[in-house]
């Protein structure tokens, strides 16, 4: 039987965190509660509303849901762009630049960990600030397709209440909004690969949308990352995908540490050498100030 399998749960305090991890190289997987303290709400966290996110066969194969989507996204975009690093990306950029810290792998599309000076970031599930086509897979930035978008649909943000009152922001940078049906879409301007115009294919954002894939390429640098250091610390994650909670079961089967902070329980507890429920901007600021540089391998 796999020591994954046989490990204790091992509810602790945060001297018991401090204790596990201290002289340890970490790899740390984040989630969206690492991104609450910078004002993007999670799914899935104890206080959080029930919702239903769109799937990626939803998103490909019905205009009206592409349309809804793109509408909430142009007002949501604006909040997930003015948001600003935390304490806890500030810690783990801190930890990282320290050498504690291995590198980040982040279920979250927001870059506040690359805003916040961590190198070594792979972003699982995709950029909020880029989107591709699904025709001839150009990359555009956001940005550009934020100005296309209000060319479009002039004054439409203005009409729903921008990113204020009452529009929920989530985080892919969707917002929740009704008023979507006269909503214009931007398809593909890049030149067609086969001549004559623009492409005009699908865009989508460049983000793993629920019932798709993350790259095989990403997973293999992120086994890589686990690989590469002497424990794992999951923060802000319920690990309710197997996106992540794949990496738990891979550093507890390596009979690496992992150690998980997360505000409620999480579907890798039985992995865990240690579970803290707890704030992680908090707790990651503890660490920061607390956690030795490891030796020199």
């Known amino acids: 039987m796999s020591t994954s399998q046989t490990r204790p749960v091992t509810a602790g ?64 975009w604006r909040h997930v762009h003015r948001t600003h690093p935390n304490a806890g990306h500030r810690a783990l950029a801190e930890l990282e630049a320290r ?38 897979r150009t990359v555009v ?25 009452d529009v929920e922001i989530a985080p892919d940078a969707d ?29 989508k954002p460049d983000i793993v949308y629920f019932g798709e894939n993350v790259p095989r390429e990403r997973v293999d640098r992120a086994y890589a990352m686990v690989d590469a250091a002497d424990a794992l610390l999951v923060a802000g994650s319920s690990l ?13 089967q390596s009979d690496k540490p992992v150690v998980i902070v997360n505000r409620g329980e999480t579907r890798g507890d039985r992995h865990a050498t240690v579970t803290l429920h707890a704030g992680t901007s908090e707790t990651l600021t503890t660490l920061a100030a607390e956690l030795p540089t490891p030796a020199p391998t």
């Open 13 to 76: 305090t945060l001297a018991d965190v401090v204790d596990v991890l201290a002289g340890r190289r970490l790899t740390v997987l984040t989630g969206a509660g690492v991104s609450t303290d910078s004002g993007i709400p999670d799914y899935r966290g104890p206080d959080s509303p029930p919702r239903t996110p769109m799937t990626y066969q939803q998103f490909v194969g019905d205009p009206a849901f592409r349309r809804h989507y793109w509408a909430r996204n142009h007002v949501g």
């Open 99 to 136: 050498g504690v810290v291995v590198g980040i792998i982040t279920q979250n599309v927001d870059l506040l960990h690359e805003a916040a000076g961590s190198r070594n970031v792979i972003d699982l599930h995709g950029r909020y600030d880029r989107v591709v086509c699904l025709r001839c």
């Open 141 to 165: 930035s956001r940005a550009a397709l934020a100005e296309r978008l209000e060319a479009l649909n002039p004054g439409f943000v203005e009409r729903v209440g921008g990113v204020v009152g």
């Open 175 to 203: 917002a929740v909004i009704e008023q979507t049906a006269d909503f214009v879409v931007q398809a593909c301007w890049a030149p067609d690969p086969d001549g004559g115009g623009p492409c005009g294919g699908m865009l």
């Open 240 to 252: 309710s995908v197997q996106s992540g909670l794949r990496f738990v079961r891979h550093a507890a």
